[in-house]
């Protein structure tokens, strides 16, 4: 068989694997019920299950930050939802594509007097600012958070409603962890996190231009 012919070939055999594909697959899911937050590891002891099934923190101080993270670092392409809840502080955060050097993207729901949204990356310790822009939201309420990260595409909506569609075309990461993080900022210097329905799935495997394209860059 010519190496052409088993390019072709290959490239078939793939898209029809595609296909045959086509279903989510649950990758992590905590609802908290049982009083367990099962898969998490907190860098601090304050992270508890409250009685009424929602996992939480609570933190006073100036700028005091902490995570808990879930996931593992292989983890590429997936869609992540939750339900996040801020008390006093204005931050709803979350960390994706974590590694193991602490590279990261976070994507944060600010509320007033800021009722905005931002994205940026840690590099070598570095905070690189990708995306900000308005978004009207309330203080003191849920909101149903989700990312999607497809590939460089990095999309994130905030109850429903796209609040931002970016492409990291500079050197993108491409695997990593999750986390729930919190932050008490320097104003209110208080902050009660909590998290309830925390749901990562992969996303659709599809066979359209976007899933074809990196198939034929393997086989080039």
């Not at 939750?82 to 008390?87: P, V």
């Not at 070598?124 to 939201?137: E, K, P, R």
């Not at 931002?164 to 729930?180: K, T």
């Amino acid at each position: 068989m010519s190496s052409f012919a088993l390019k072709a070939f290959l490239l078939l055999a793939l898209m029809i694997l595609a296909s045959g594909l086509n279903a989510q697959i649950v990758m992590f899911e905590e609802d908290f019920d049982d009083g367990v937050a099962d898969g998490f590891f907190p860098d601090s002891e304050l992270w508890v299950v409250n009685s009424s099934g929602q996992y939480e923190i609570e933190n006073w101080g100036f700028e005091i930050h902490s995570a808990s993270y879930f996931g593992e670092y292989w983890w590429g392409d997936f869609h992540l939802s939750l339900d996040m809840l801020t008390h006093d502080s204005v931050h709803n955060s979350v960390g994706f594509r974590i590694q193991e050097n602490g590279n990261m993207y976070v994507a944060t729901l600010r509320g007033e007097p800021y009722k905005d949204v931002f994205l940026f990356k840690m590099v070598d310790g570095q905070q690189i600012l990708l995306f900000t822009g308005q978004f009207s939201n309330t203080l003191n309420d849920w909101h149903h958070l989700e990312v999607v990260a497809d590939f460089t595409r990095l999309t994130f909506f905030v109850n429903g409603e796209q609040a931002f569609d970016y492409v990291d075309e500079n050197a993108p990461l491409l695997s990593g962890r999750q986390a729930l993080l919190s932050y008490t900022g320097g104003v209110a210097q208080h902050q009660l996190l909590q998290v309830d329905n925390v749901l990562v799935i992969n996303p659709v495997v599809s066979t359209d231009a976007i899933y074809l394209d990196r198939i034929k860059t393997l086989y080039r």
